[in-house]
Each structure stands twice: as structure tokens, then as C-alpha cells.
T-cell receptor, first 113, second 114 residues
Framework: GENVEQHPSTLSVQEGDSAVIKCTYSDSASNYFPWYKQELGKRPQLIIDIRSNVGEKKDQRIAVTLNKTAKHFSLHITETQPEDSAVYFCAASRGDSWGKLQFGAGTQVVVTP | SAVISQKPSRDICQRGTSLTIQCQVDSQVTMMFWYRQQPGQSLTLIATANQGSEATYESGFVIDKFPISRPNLTFSTLTVSNMSPEDSSIYLC???????????FGPGTRLTVL
């Protein structure tokens, strides 16, 4: 089955700096890669996703890149703010396993003022 | 986005009892899912709740322990049976909506088993 690895497990950045989280996946049939942000005690919130027919997607300060050949994808947060502090999860799923997400272990991001 | 609600939001239960968690989606969805998030951990898929047929369970999860119902396209229940302290987790309902084809999560049910 699919295996998703996520690094780093914790990330501390100064406000205004950029944060990058990287994930690798094992199943070459995976074609959907969402990123979720989870604040303490709250539900995971979808922040951005990318499909395998696209190499990069951007939404304001957040961007995701996908390298299908290397089977890795990354989340980039620019101009970080204290409210970006949360746990971020990457995930992957196959087209024939619609909705069955395999999650990475998560990255605790701390943005210090 | 989809509005997904769950009841109860949290519960404290005794060992050996069962708890049924309800999930309601604000619109019809083809598939609903149940995930578990153990304390400080990532999310793990328990099963897919299929409308009109039996749920499909992932490796390590069985119907006797986690029976699931899906009576219609907006509602599902997950029962955690014969609970032990190891079942203490957050249980999250999820639905994937076509159109934008994105997946959303409910607020979760925080279960503590004593």
C-alpha cells in the first residue's frame, strides 16, 4: 500500500521567513495530494491540494510543488505569521481509492514573533 | 466547502462499553469515511462507509470492533465496541465532495476510555 513520509517533524521559523515541508510517497498510482492544517483541538482544514497533472499550485502565501518522477511534493509558506503555527499534514490517494487518504506523520510548525 | 457535524464532541466511557458516534453532512455525498487520530499522532483511515452496502475496512480494523452504518447519503454512524483504554482517540468523519473534488473533515469526537 501507499506510504507517505513527511519531514521535518518540527519546524521553528521567525515571523516573516519561509517554511518548507517535504513529503515523499511510494505508490506511483497516487494522483491526489492535499495538505491539511490542524490547530490544537480542531479539525484538519484543507489548505491546498494538487493533482498529478499539475506541477505547481499557489494560493496567496501558500504553494505546493509536485515532482512525479521523484515521487515527492512540498508545501511552501512564505512570509510566515504567528497564526501559521499549527501541525501540517500531507496526504496522498490513488484515483481508484477515492477519498482514502494516506497521511504523513505531520509537521509541527512554530512561528515566533 | 462541506459542513460536517459530529455528535458527541467528546465522551468519557468505561472499559467494556460501546459508544456510537454520529456524522451528518450538509449535502449528499457518495462516500463517507471514518478516521482515527491517536493522541499526538497522524490520521489513520478506519473504513469507508458505503451507502447501501457494507462498510469497507482497512487493514487492522474489523467490523465487530467498529460497526458502521450508512442509512442515506448524508449520515453515518461509527460504533466503538467493547472499548479499552487503547481506543482513546479522536474519531473523525470525512466526506469528499465532487465538483471541487475536495475532502473535508468533521470536528472529531474525542473519546477517553477509563
Amino acid at each position: 500500500g501507499e506510504n507517505v513520509e513527511q519531514h521535518p517533524s518540527t519546524l521553528s521559523v521567525q515571523e516573516g521567513d519561509s517554511a518548507v515541508i517535504k513529503c515523499t510517497y511510494s505508490d506511483s498510482a497516487s494522483n491526489y495530494f492535499p495538505w491539511y492544517k490542524q490547530e490544537l483541538g480542531k479539525r484538519p482544514q484543507l489548505i491546498i491540494d494538487i493533482r498529478s497533472n499539475v506541477g505547481e499550485k499557489k494560493d496567496q502565501r501558500i504553494a505546493v510543488t509536485l515532482n512525479k518522477t521523484a515521487k515527492h511534493f512540498s508545501l511552501h509558506i512564505t512570509e510566515t505569521q504567528p497564526e501559521d503555527s499549527a501541525v501540517y499534514f500531507c496526504a496522498a490517494s490513488r484515483g481508484d481509492s477515492w477519498g482514502k487518504l494516506q497521511f504523513g506523520a505531520g509537521t509541527q510548525v512554530v512561528v515566533t514573533p | 466547502s462541506a459542513v460536517i457535524s459530529q455528535k458527541p464532541s467528546r465522551d468519557i466511557c468505561q472499559r467494556g462499553t460501546s459508544l456510537t458516534i454520529q456524522c451528518q453532512v450538509d449535502s449528499q455525498v457518495t462516500m463517507m469515511f471514518w478516521y482515527r487520530q491517536q493522541p499526538g499522532q497522524s490520521l489513520t483511515l478506519i473504513a469507508t462507509a458505503n451507502q447501501g452496502s457494507e462498510a469497507t475496512y482497512e487493514s487492522g480494523f474489523v467490523i465487530d470492533k467498529f460497526p458502521i452504518s450508512r442509512p442515506n447519503l448524508t449520515f453515518s454512524t461509527l460504533t466503538v465496541s467493547n472499548m479499552s483504554p487503547e481506543d482513546s482517540s479522536i474519531y473523525l468523519c470525512s466526506a469528499r465532495k465532487p465538483g471541487p473534488d475536495t475532502q473535508y473533515f468533521g470536528p472529531g469526537t474525542r473519546l477517553t476510555v477509563l
